[in-house]
């Protein structure tokens, strides 16, 4: 069963658990009209498609009412243009599609998870009441975070006007503001580093333009919200492609300031090779061109050249376990081959087209006290970590929950964590109580069913403990039914 199919069986199954539940005390007609009525209602209510268009539809008057909900607690001297200003900050954000799906999301989630606490016709009714309630909560909600954001760095008190006045966005990105404010100087470091992984700096015409391209919408936030602590009122270009396993977003945002501060801390944020030495030349001293032996498609292995992209000038102002969580949440790999004899190789990975920049983070888990395989002099553009580190990667760094694995041929969709904490059993078990992969039949199957009812479970707030007790046992009886 795909994961869409999946996932729509088990809120069906929810919803109709909910109205046997509301309807349990009445009987005969009425007990089916009630039954009925509740599951039509309910259908209406979390359809996905209809939480959508309310977010879309959203008029000025209901941001209007939820700035000015929020401006009534501030004590400043003009509250009618930080209004009007906050007003145009919604226009825009109204008008972003990531912010759409990611209020449909989040209201869909708060409605499903409410059903648990229906169980009366009269709590059916205060649920409806408190749907209709959720967009003027949700929307009140966002305009506070936003403007806790354009407050954080400023004293009300010395400059009350600072939103309305027109600003250069020169006024942050500039050295003098970054010399004195150690979280941008982090949060400046940690953008580098998402553009080093699965995004780019380059110039389009007369100015530059950031690009970071993925698969998941959690990690495209992420890096959204950087980017708002220095462009506030950026215009994002957004777009989303097909892709053979889904959908891939990409953003887009022009800066030529945020481009030169960004260039400070790495020359570079090229990762793929050259074709050739004077392509790199153009662009950069002869020294500074890095020369490495990768694997090439039509020629096998072949001498190559780098641009100077770095994450050493990261590594001096951000935690090193941070910058490698973005870097295995964008670029790292959690999964397992079944050869034709039926063993199994299980792999963490990291995929790093640029030699220098893999060794670089090769180094930074070995500080950590995490060993991988050497880089190789032929490159073939990817890294292991030792299975006998599984454990110390997933306390010290992990991944990102929700951040799902999206390469190879099993797991697809499952979240990277919870596959790590299952591969981490398996190992276990492998060495403490003998367990066989092989022996188990129909291995893919029941490794994509044990990683599904982990995941449920984790998501129910059930102790992973718990959990991960219970596969044992399971995957125990697995083997034992085949040896037997």
Same mark, same amino acid.
């Given at each position: 069963?795909?994961?869409?199919?999946?996932?729509?069986?088990?809120?069906?199954?929810?919803?109709?658990?909910?109205?046997?539940?509301?309807?349990?005390?009445?009987?005969?007609?009425?007990?089916?009209?009630?039954?009925?009525?509740?599951?039509?209602?309910?259908?209406?209510?979390?359809?996905?498609?209809?939480?959508?268009?309310?977010?879309?539809?959203?008029?000025?008057?209901?941001?209007?009412?939820?700035?000015?909900?929020?401006? $009534?607690?501030?004590?400043? !001297?003009?509250? =009618?243009?930080? *209004?009007?200003?906050?007003? +145009? /900050?919604?226009? %825009?954000? @109204?008008?972003?599609?990531?912010?759409?799906?990611?209020?449909?999301?989040?209201?869909?989630?708060?409605?499903?998870?409410?059903?648990?606490?229906?169980?009366?016709?009269?709590?059916?009714?205060?649920?409806?009441?408190?749907?209709?309630?959720?967009?003027?909560?949700?929307?009140?909600?966002?305009?506070?975070?936003?403007?806790?954001?354009?407050?954080?760095?400023?004293?009300?008190?010395?400059?009350?006007?600072?939103?309305?006045?027109?600003?250069?966005?020169?006024?942050?990105?500039?050295?003098?503001?970054?010399?004195?404010?150690?979280?941008?100087?982090?949060?400046?470091?940690?953008?580098?580093?998402?553009?080093?992984? $699965?995004?780019?700096?380059? !110039?389009?015409? =007369?100015?530059? *333009?950031?690009?970071?391209? +993925? /698969?998941?919408? %959690?990690? @495209?936030?992420?890096?959204?919200?950087?980017?708002?602590?220095?462009?506030?009122?950026?215009?994002?270009?957004?777009?989303?492609?097909?892709?053979?396993?889904?959908?891939?977003?990409?953003?887009?945002?022009?800066?030529?300031?945020?481009?030169?501060?960004?260039?400070?801390?790495?020359?570079?944020?090229?990762?793929?090779?050259?074709?050739?030495?004077?392509?790199?030349?153009?662009?950069?001293?002869?020294?500074?061109?890095?020369?490495?032996?990768?694997?090439?498609?039509?020629?096998?292995?072949?001498?190559?050249?780098?641009?100077?992209?770095?994450?050493?000038?990261?590594?001096?102002?951000?935690?090193?376990?941070?910058?490698?969580?973005?870097?295995?949440?964008?670029?790292?790999?959690?999964?397992?081959?079944?050869?034709?004899?039926?063993?199994?190789?299980?792999?963490?990975?990291?995929?790093?087209?640029?030699?220098?920049?893999?060794?670089?983070?090769?180094?930074?888990?070995?500080?950590?006290?995490?060993?991988?395989?050497?880089?190789?002099?032929?490159?073939?553009?990817?890294?292991?970590?030792?299975?006998?580190?599984?454990?110390?990667?997933?306390?010290?760094?992990?991944?990102?929950?929700?951040?799902?694995?999206?390469?190879?041929?099993?797991?697809?969709?499952?979240?990277?964590?919870?596959?790590?904490?299952?591969?981490?059993?398996?190992?276990?078990?492998?060495?403490?109580?003998?367990?066989?992969?092989?022996?188990?039949?129909?291995?893919?199957?029941?490794?994509?069913?044990?990683?599904?009812?982990?995941?449920?479970?984790?998501?129910?707030?059930?102790?992973?403990?718990?959990?991960?007790?219970?596969?044992?046992?399971?995957?125990?009886?697995?083997?034992?039914?085949?040896?037997?």
């Amino acid at each position: 069963m795909s994961k869409v199919k999946w996932e729509t069986e088990l809120k069906r199954e929810q919803i109709e658990k909910t109205c046997i539940r509301i309807t349990r005390n009445l009987v005969g007609e009425e007990k089916k009209r009630e039954y009925d009525a509740c599951i039509n209602k309910l259908n209406s209510i979390l359809d996905k498609n209809r939480i959508n268009e309310e977010f879309e539809n959203l008029k000025q008057e209901d941001y209007e009412t939820s700035c000015l909900s929020i401006i $009534d607690q501030l004590n400043v !001297k003009n509250p =009618n243009k930080l *209004k009007n200003n906050c007003i +145009n /900050k919604f226009k %825009i954000q @109204i008008s972003d599609p990531i912010w759409i799906e990611k209020m449909t999301e989040y209201k869909k989630t708060f409605l499903f998870n409410e059903l648990n606490e229906l169980n009366t016709m009269v709590d059916l009714e205060k649920y409806e009441h408190q749907n209709k309630l959720f967009m003027k909560q949700i929307l009140a909600s966002d305009v506070k975070k936003n403007l806790q954001i354009y407050f954080k760095d400023i004293k009300l008190k010395d400059d009350p006007d600072f939103l309305t006045r027109k600003k250069s966005i020169s006024y942050k990105l500039n050295k003098e503001y970054l010399s004195e404010n150690i979280e941008k100087q982090e949060k400046l470091r940690l953008l580098a580093t998402y553009l080093l992984t $699965d995004g780019s700096l380059y !110039k389009d015409g =007369n100015n530059y *333009k950031l690009d970071f391209t +993925n /698969k998941s919408i %959690i990690l @495209i936030e992420k890096f959204m919200d950087i980017l708002k602590e220095f462009i506030p009122n950026a215009h994002f270009n957004f777009t989303k492609h097909k892709v053979p396993t889904g959908i891939s977003y990409q953003v887009k945002v022009p800066s030529n300031e945020l481009a030169e501060l960004l260039f400070e801390i790495s020359p570079s944020y090229k990762t793929k090779p050259y074709k050739n030495l004077s392509e790199c030349e153009n662009e950069y001293k002869k020294e500074l061109c890095v020369k490495w032996k990768v694997k090439d498609k039509q020629m096998g292995y072949k001498e190559k050249y780098f641009a100077p992209a770095t994450y050493r000038n990261i590594m001096d102002k951000v935690s090193v376990t941070d910058i490698l969580r973005i870097i295995f949440d964008n670029e790292g790999s959690v999964g397992l081959s079944i050869r034709k004899d039926g063993r199994t190789d299980k792999k963490l990975s990291v995929t790093c087209l640029h030699p220098g920049l893999a060794e670089e983070i090769r180094q930074m888990l070995i500080a950590v006290g995490i060993h991988t395989n050497p880089i190789p002099e032929n490159y073939k553009g990817d890294f292991e970590i030792l299975s006998e580190y599984y454990e110390t990667f997933r306390d010290k760094i992990g991944f990102t929950r929700g951040v799902t694995k999206e390469k190879g041929k099993y797991l697809i969709g499952k979240n990277k964590s919870d596959i790590l904490d299952i591969f981490i059993l398996i190992s276990c078990m492998q060495k403490d109580k003998g367990l066989i992969l092989k022996n188990i039949p129909n291995l893919e199957k029941k490794l994509e069913s044990i990683v599904t009812e982990y995941e449920e479970g984790v998501n129910q707030g059930i102790s992973k403990n718990l959990l991960l007790k219970k596969i044992s046992e399971k995957l125990t009886i697995f083997q034992d039914n085949r040896n037997k």
